[in-house]
T-cell receptor, first 114, second 108 residues
């Protein structure tokens, strides 16, 4: 499978716990994005990496959220002290450098905070 | 007012009908994406446009930069076209701003 992979597909956790999601982009893609989507809404931008550098971060990303892409390949998104409002689908996408390059999405990680 | 507005929010049609989904945006953009999302979350990029028109199979996407408007058309619609169609725009920065999506249902 040469697409964008996300793990896990589903995560159920109790409020207050920490969770970490992983995204493996398409290997030659240097740009990686994290989005969050709640039911019935379009995705919302969370953060963007170019190689290992985190170049943009949404105001939606509180101090409890952190993302890394240490070697410019896979990325992790961690949520500390989860809250019920964090329940959403977390989507990762990647693309190559260039203005005309399409975006490729992973299947997402569905987080449910109880 | 959202930066990206789609219409209609829901659309139900019969198989074979010509479908149009509209997207209006209020900011200057460098590119506009049309995406398809099936139940279960998977999102597929259909088109990326910065001007003019693109066609792929039964799908056609157009954009009018002056009017800040784009349309996605589906000819000879089929039940397998049933999905949520999302418009997303990219301004000068890298982030995409998404519309709320149009839920399309094609009945046999």
């Amino acid at each position: 499978d040469t697409g964008v992979s996300q793990d896990p597909r589903h995560k159920i956790t109790k409020r207050g716990q920490n969770v970490t999601f992983r995204c493996d982009p398409i290997s030659e893609h240097n740009r990686l994005y994290w989005y969050r989507q709640t039911l019935g809404q379009g995705p919302e931008f969370l953060t963007y990496f170019q190689n290992e550098a985190q170049l943009e971060k949404s105001r939606l990303l509180s101090d409890r959220f952190s993302a890394e892409r240490p070697k410019g390949s896979f990325s992790t998104l961690e949520i500390q002290r989860t809250e019920q409002g964090d329940s959403a689908m977390y989507l990762c996408a990647s693309r190559q450098k260039g203005p005309n390059e399409k975006l490729f999405f992973g299947s997402g990680t569905q987080l449910s905070v109880l | 007012k959202n930066e990206v507005e789609q219409s209609p929010q829901n659309l139900t049609a019969q198989e074979g009908e010509f479908i149009t989904i509209n997207c209006s945006y209020s900011v200057g953009i460098s590119a506009l994406h049309w995406l398809q999302q099936h139940p279960g979350g998977g999102i597929v990029s259909l088109f990326m446009l910065s001007s003019g028109k693109k066609k792929h199979g039964r799908l056609i996407a157009t954009i009018n930069i002056q009017e800040k408007h784009s349309s996605l058309h589906i000819t000879a619609s089929h039940p397998r076209d049933s999905a949520v169609y999302i418009c997303a725009v990219r301004g000068g920065a890298q982030k995409l701003v998404f519309g709320q999506g149009t839920r399309l249902t094609i009945n046999p």
